[in-house]
């Protein structure tokens, strides 16, 4: 599985416990740095930002990715639907959370969310919302 990391760097102990996590190995990580200008379209800066992870159109359809999202939320859901239009599916997404009480903060990895699984049961819903 490649990480494609957007964010802040990751530890080894994040690394180890995605795989966890996953139950699949971390073959590689992508460390994209994500610097926006704020007077420019997000839209076109995040397509030269999805360029920079090097991938194939074939293998943002087939290889298995794990995304750590950027923390600002509008360049993060930009993103989303960007991927989405390169993966055909939403990816996975990493959370993270800081560690109670720790003091410099650090933080530790809360869960995977797998946001096409999202998606696909909010879509559901929809169906069976429109059935009653």
Do not use: C
Not at 29 to 50: N, W
Not at 110 to 128: F, G, I
């Amino acid at each position: 599985m490649i990480l494609l990391n957007f964010s802040h760097p990751l530890t080894p102990d994040h690394l180890a416990q995605v795989e966890s996590l996953s139950g699949q190995p971390i073959t590689s990580v992508v460390d994209i740095l994500t610097q926006f200008d704020h007077t420019q379209p997000f839209s076109l800066q995040v397509e030269a930002l999805a360029d920079q992870a090097g991938l194939t159109p074939q293998e943002w359809q087939t290889t298995p990715l794990l995304v750590n999202p950027p923390s600002l939320h509008l360049i993060a859901v930009t993103l989303l639907a960007h991927l989405h239009g390169r993966m055909g599916y939403f990816p996975t997404v990493l959370r993270l959370r800081p560690v109670p009480g720790s003091t410099p903060p650090r933080f530790e990895v809360a869960e995977l969310v797998n946001l096409q699984a999202v998606r696909d049961a909010a879509r559901y819903r929809r169906s069976d919302e429109a059935a009653r």
